[in-house]
């Protein structure tokens, strides 16, 4: 093949040995796979600042909801987790907490607005 030739086929005027339907199926095929690759950052683009942030609070709140899950307690606040209140003049005395009943632990908040236990 001669350079002119070489020309044409990169600008594509040169005529092809192909018929055109198979020309047509490779051109679909082509922008098929053209459309089907997008990457991350085709992505983030497309949804936006205003979608990655939505996306971003979605992500969190599923994860504190799984937390809460795998979680469901904490340690009682007034008793630090032991169960129990020491007297104030006699220090020896102990009596049940009565915000946790002696156990130690309480519902965390979450667990209480989001998984409602009668």
Known sequence: MNLAHH??????????????????AGQAANQAT??????????????????????LLIAAFVLYVVSLSLH??????R???AGRHHGSIFSYAQRPCSSCKGRGIQPRLGRKLFFKES
């Open 79 to 81: 008793c630090k987790g």
């Open 7 to 24: 020309i044409a086929v990169v600008l594509g005027t040169a005529p092809t040995p192909q018929p055109d339907h198979v020309t047509a």
């Open 72 to 77: 469901p307690n904490a340690k009682c606040g």
């Open 34 to 55: 053209d459309s089907n690759t997008g990457t991350a950052a085709d992505v983030l683009t497309a949804i936006g600042p205003t979608g990655m942030l939505l996306l």
